[in-house]
């Protein structure tokens, strides 16, 4: 009888933890955010500059937006110094985000680079929207990014209680399957930290043509006339 007790007392406490949202394990939501596919305007005869994120799960193509250009500019020049190649994503919280990019794995961001908060209420965190993490507002009380610490989001239904409070300044426009690839890592133990492996990564700008942008996955097209 006693040993009856114990097993039902783990079977809830089990149930209980399968129901927390911030539970790593959790599956994710069968529903996608529709605003995840965005429309962009684009010109014919333009080649396009997009961000491209290697893996050894794959790659990953980067549309960051004019709509927030401090953060734009200082993505590109941190990529142009090749400062994030051989960085890690040393954050996994499944179907919430994959994180990374400081050399300080210890921290949120590197206080060396922080970049003024850009919010715009139509640009949300949908699914593989990209973002900048940073300090809370205890220290950082203007939401400064944290210009070395980037993230994507991997729910499909998004995180929009993020809006507002972390600047979005990018959206994936191919490589959903090395998301969902990188979301499903497995980590330790109540951590975020990947287990028995080490994800890193390289980032590099790459030009489209508007017959190339017509090809990717999260596009829909629209032409300058």
Not at 57 to 63: C, D, E, K, T, V
Not at 100 to 124: L, W
Not at 178 to 188: A, F, Q, V
Request: charged share 20%; aromatic share 10%.
């Amino acid at each position: 009888m006693k040993n009856l007790y114990i097993l039902l007392t783990l079977l809830l406490l089990l149930t209980a933890i399968s129901c927390d949202k911030s539970n790593p394990s959790q599956e994710q939501n069968n529903e996608t955010d529709s605003s995840a596919t965005d429309s962009i305007t684009v010109d014919t005869n333009t080649y396009y500059q997009l961000v491209s994120i290697e893996t050894d799960w794959g790659n990953m193509l980067i549309w960051l937006y004019d709509e927030t250009p401090i953060h734009k500019a200082h993505f590109i020049n941190m990529i142009e110094d090749s400062f994030f190649n051989g960085q890690i994503f040393n954050r996994i919280v499944r179907n919430f985000v994959i994180q990374g990019g400081c050399p300080d794995t210890s921290a949120i961001g590197h206080i060396n680079y922080p970049v003024e908060a850009e919010f715009d209420s139509n640009i949300t965190h949908v699914y593989g929207a990209l973002g900048m993490g940073r300090y809370g507002e205890d220290v950082n009380p203007d939401k400064l990014s944290n210009g070395c610490q980037i993230y994507l989001i991997t729910d499909t239904a998004g995180e929009h209680q993020l809006d507002m409070d972390y600047t979005v300044f990018g959206i994936l426009a191919d490589g959903f399957q090395t998301l969902d690839d990188l979301n499903r890592i497995p980590t330790g133990f109540n951590s975020s930290e990947p287990k028995d492996t080490t994800v890193y990564m390289s980032i590099s700008l790459v030009e489209k043509s508007y017959s190339e942008l017509n090809l990717l996955s999260n596009f829909n097209i629209e032409t300058i006339k």
